[in-house]
C-alpha cells in the first residue's frame, strides 16, 4: 500500500456481454477495408517487413517505447516497418486482431483470454506486464483490505475489474455483504473525489486514476497483484500473421524489448516523445502514465527472465478469476500462446 498525494478519462471497456457484437462489428469492418495483397509481411520488397500494432486505448505512458522504437531505428534495425494506431479498448481490439485487422496489439491480458475463450484465432506471443493494473483507490484511512469493511466502493462488477476485485475479497475472507459495493462510473469518479465514496478500484496506468488522486486529503493505493496475482499487458498476434511471418514477430519483440529498455535508461527523452506526439496529454499525465508503465515493465520477473518473457501458468492464473468471476467457461489456453518469438537475444532491464 502507497499513500500518494495528488487527467484525462479512460474509456471502459466494452462489456462482456457484448462480446460477440464486437467480433461481429470487427468482422464488418473488415468487409469494408480489409484487404488481400498475398504477400506476407516476411517477403515483402526491400528487406523490411510491414507491421500494423494497436495499442488498447488512446496515448498513453507506454506509447514513447514505440516512438523512441522508431527514432531510435530499433524496429528498423529489425527489419520491422511499423506502424500503430490507437485502439477502441480490448474488447474491441482483441477481434479486430483476430481478424486480420492488426498483425499484432498490445492488450490487458483478460480481454485476449475473454477472446481465446471464444476460439478466436489469436496467440499470446509475449507478456509486457507480469502484474495486474488494477488498483484500489481509497481514503487515506484505508491501509489494508480489513479496513474496506463497512465502506462504499466503486467497481465495474461486469468487468475484468470487477472479477480481480471479487478475487481479492475471497483471498481476504471477504465477500460483498461486508460492504457497501456501487457502480464505478463517472458520477462514482466524483463522489469520490468530494469524499462521498470511500474507494474506487481502478486500471492503475491511466491518465483517469491520476485525476482520482486529486481527492481531499491524498489517496491511498492497495495493489491488487500483491494479493490476486494476474497478468497485466501482453503482445498478441492474428494467427494467420504469426503463421506466414514469425521472423517479423520475433523482429518486432525484440526492437519492443530494446526500446523498453532504451525508455528506462532516457526517462526525459521518453517523456518530451511522449508529449511531442500526445499533445492531448498534459505534461502531468504523460509523467504519470510513463512512470505507471515502465514500473510496471522491469517486474522481477522481467529482471529474471527479460522483457516481454512469460509463464504460461500467469495466463492461467488470470483466466480462473474471470472464470470464478462469471465472465468466461473453462479453457484450455495452451494453444493461445507461444515462448517461440520471445526477443532474441534475451533483453532485460
Known sequence: ?????????????????????????????????????????????????????????????????????????????????????????????????????????????????????????????????????????????????ADLAGKTVAVQTDQFEGSVFESFLAAEGMSDSDLTIVPSDDAA?????????????????????????????????????????????????????LADNGDAVTGFTTAWAEATKYAEEHPDEALETLTSNCPELDADAAQFTLDAYLDAYQSDYATENGYLAFDPEGLDETAQVLVDGGLMDETDLSEYSTQDFLPDPVVTP
Open 1 to 145: 500500500m502507497t499513500t500518494t498525494p495528488t487527467g484525462a478519462r479512460r474509456r471502459r471497456p466494452v462489456r462482456a456481454g457484448a462480446w460477440l457484437a464486437a467480433a461481429a462489428s470487427a468482422s464488418l469492418v473488415l468487409a469494408a477495408c480489409g484487404s488481400d495483397d498475398g504477400e506476407s509481411a516476411d517477403a515483402a520488397e526491400g528487406g523490411t517487413a510491414p507491421v500494423s500494432l494497436s495499442f488498447e486505448w488512446t496515448c498513453e505512458g507506454n506509447w514513447a517505447i514505440a516512438y523512441l522504437g522508431q527514432d531510435q531505428g530499433l524496429f528498423a534495425d529489425q527489419g520491422i516497418d511499423l506502424t500503430f494506431e490507437r485502439g477502441q479498448g480490448g474488447s474491441t481490439t482483441t477481434p479486430l486482431v483476430a481478424q486480420g485487422e492488426y498483425d499484432l496489439a498490445i492488450l490487458s491480458a483478460p480481454p485476449v483470454i475473454l477472446g481465446a475463450g471464444q476460439g478466436l484465432p489469436i496467440t499470446v506471443v509475449g507478456v509486457a506486464a507480469s502484474q495486474s493494473p488494477v488498483a484500489i483507490l481509497a481514503d487515506t484511512s484505508i491501509t489494508e483490505p
Open 189 to 241: 469518479s466524483a463522489q469520490f473525489l468530494s469524499g462521498d465514496i470511500d474507494a474506487i478500484v481502478t486500471f492503475y496506468p491511466t491518465p483517469s486514476t491520476l485525476g482520482l488522486m486529486d481527492r481531499s486529503g491524498g489517496v491511498s493505493t492497495i495493489m491488487l497483484q500483491d494479493y490476486v496475482p494476474t497478468y497485466g499487458h501482453t503482445i498478441v498476434a492474428s494467427n494467420d500473421f
